[in-house]
């Protein structure tokens, strides 16, 4: 019974499972929220750490029902909710420790939402496809500047299809986000919108794009193009684009 359109694919061996929860080194009294639990392969690992409360946000309604039903833990709260969109601090929690293996068919818009909700969230570890991990830690694109901006990226390790049942067309990766220690003051759906206006029609020169006055103030040529920005290349032309506003 499981269901392709959730990207259902159960993560299985306690080795694996046992590894992924010591990456997250989770501390007594942390609170933990899991990310797509299904049918809670990775929350029993969870459970075994000292932390002080579990959320698990879960899309499916009868792994919802399922869970209930095998997890009797006082520390657990199920919530049925698309983690895509989740309010984070309707929690009411101010430092959340995520872990996930993600849904892949939503993965980037999960990570999308984290950084949303950055300043609930210092730490998440997730499950990706290989690919969307790599392209995150070496290509530049409008989400990998947006994440790289307020959290480190570690890839932490691959993990092979074989570990999934059903196993997925392609290889996967654990990945590490870790919050900067970061003092501007950035709305982040503001922030967002500047970087897909820059990096839509990415082959268009900067000065076609922004203002003459930030990218003087800046001091980057307006005959560059997007891809050849660095990281505080991105952030010193927010705060100009801020500033002319
Ligand atoms: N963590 C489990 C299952 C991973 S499969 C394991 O490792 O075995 C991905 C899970 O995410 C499924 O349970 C699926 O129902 C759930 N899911 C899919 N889309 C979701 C969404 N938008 N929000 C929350 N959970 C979602």
């Not at 997250?24 to 929220?33: H, L, N, W």
């Not at 000292?50 to 919530?79: G, T």
Request: aromatic share 12%; proline share 5%.
């Amino acid at each position: 019974m499981l269901k392709k359109r959730f990207a259902q694919h159960l993560l299985v061996g306690s080795r694996i499972l046992q590894k992924l929860t010591c990456f997250a080194e989770i501390k007594p009294e942390e609170v933990v929220v899991e990310i797509g639990p299904g049918t809670g392969n990775l929350t029993k690992y969870l459970l075994k750490t000292p932390l002080k409360k579990l959320y698990l946000i879960e899309i499916d309604p009868e792994m919802i029902e399922h869970l209930k039903k095998i997890i009797k833990d006082e520390r657990v709260v199920f919530i049925k909710a698309d983690a895509t969109k989740f309010d984070f601090p309707s929690l009411k929690e101010s430092n959340l420790k995520l872990i996930g293996n993600l849904p892949y068919n939503v993965a980037s818009l999960i990570i999308e939402n984290t950084v949303f909700y950055k300043d609930f969230i210092p730490y998440a570890f997730y499950m990706v496809q290989k690919e969307v991990a790599e392209r995150l830690i070496n290509e530049k694109s409008w989400l990998s500047i947006f994440v790289k901006t307020f959290y480190e990226i570690e890839y932490l390790m691959s993990i092979p299809a074989r570990f999934f049942i059903p196993p997925p067309k392609v290889v996967s990766a654990f990945i590490k986000l870790k919050r900067k220690d970061f003092k501007d003051i950035f709305d982040p759906k503001e922030y967002k919108n500047f970087l897909t206006k820059i990096f839509a029609q990415k082959r268009k020169m900067l000065k076609h794009k922004l203002s003459e006055f930030s990218l003087k103030e800046v001091g980057i040529s307006g005959e560059k193009r997007v891809e050849e920005l660095e990281l505080k290349d991105f952030l010193s032309l927010y705060l100009s684009f801020q500033k002319l506003k």
